[in-house]
């Protein structure tokens, strides 16, 4: 395989073509569908979820996140529904990693375990204080969460890890393009869990910073992006990182 594939579609259409126990982790980070206690708030547009007013600017010309509309019943069946195939996809001993927030973790928890997964941890993504700040009387949203299990059994024989329960990595602001991009750092940190030479998958690849983790920690890697700019984004992003 070569460094990476990433397809253009929905995610739902694309991993059924991919190889029954080929993968050696599902890394990603799926629209979140939160941002609000009640359904009149999810279904605001992303950018006034997500983004503070003084950076809209940042975003204005390019295309925001599909799929972050689900209602809480919706999103926790859909979730399932691709978390199925990522278990058919993965090898014995693969793992999975699926980014949320502080409000959908109880659902992304229950749609792991519905799937199949063997659900053994919560992964903190520490995002400093520079996090966005709070509202008076607020504690700071200073984290996000990753949500991680096995298909099966942990590999331990190898002796890699134990990895850090606790990722602390401030977001790059100034090389930011995707309205949810990540750090590439604590990308890199979770791609390890797979043995070196084992592909990632990510089928929410958006700028395509979990196969620039996989390529620059020599894991091949799989994408999947349903947004046709976005997918166009990370292809050069991943040829760049790919030719380096
Ligand atoms: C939270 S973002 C991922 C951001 C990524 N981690 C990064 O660092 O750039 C989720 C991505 O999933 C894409 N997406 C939403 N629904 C999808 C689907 N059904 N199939 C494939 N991609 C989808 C969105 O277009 C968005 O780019």
């Known amino acids: 395989m070569s460094a990476f594939q990433l397809h253009l579609g929905d995610a739902l259409r694309v991993m059924p073509e991919i190889e029954s126990g080929s993968i050696g982790a599902v890394v990603t980070d799926p629209p979140y ?9 999810r279904a605001k547009a992303p950018m006034d979820k997500y983004i503070s007013n003084e950076n809209h600017h940042r975003y204005a010309a390019r295309p925001f996140l599909l799929g972050d509309n689900r209602d809480q019943r919706s999103f926790t069946t859909w979730c399932t529904i691709w978390l199925l195939e990522a278990y058919r996809i993965l090898r ?13 973790l109880p659902a992304v928890s229950d749609a792991i375990q519905c799937a199949g997964f063997v659900w053994r941890g919560v992964i903190a993504w520490d995002k400093t204080e520079a ?8 504690f700071r949203h200073q984290a996000e969460y990753v949500v991680w299990g096995t298909k099966w059994k942990c590999l331990r024989a190898d002796g890699r890890g134990p ?11 100034a090389n930011k393009k995707h ?11 979770l791609v390890r869990c797979a043995p070196e030479g084992e592909a990632i998958l990510d089928p929410f690849a958006g700028s395509g910073t979990t196969g620039e983790a996989a ?22 992003r991943l040829l760049t990182a790919a030719s380096a």
């Open 33 to 41: 569908s939160s941002g609000g206690t009640h359904a009149k708030d």
């Open 179 to 189: 309205p949810a991009q990540k750090p590439v750092g604590l990308m890199r940190q």
């Open 92 to 104: 014995e001993t693969g793992y999975i990693l699926a980014f949320t927030d502080w409000r959908q």
């Open 215 to 236: 390529i620059l920690e020599g894991r091949p890697f799989i994408g999947i992006e349903a947004d046709p700019a976005w997918h166009q984004f990370a292809n050069d």
């Open 163 to 173: 990895f850090p329960g606790v990722i602390r990595e401030r977001v790059d602001s």
């Open 131 to 138: 996090a966005r700040p709070p509202h008076t009387g607020y």
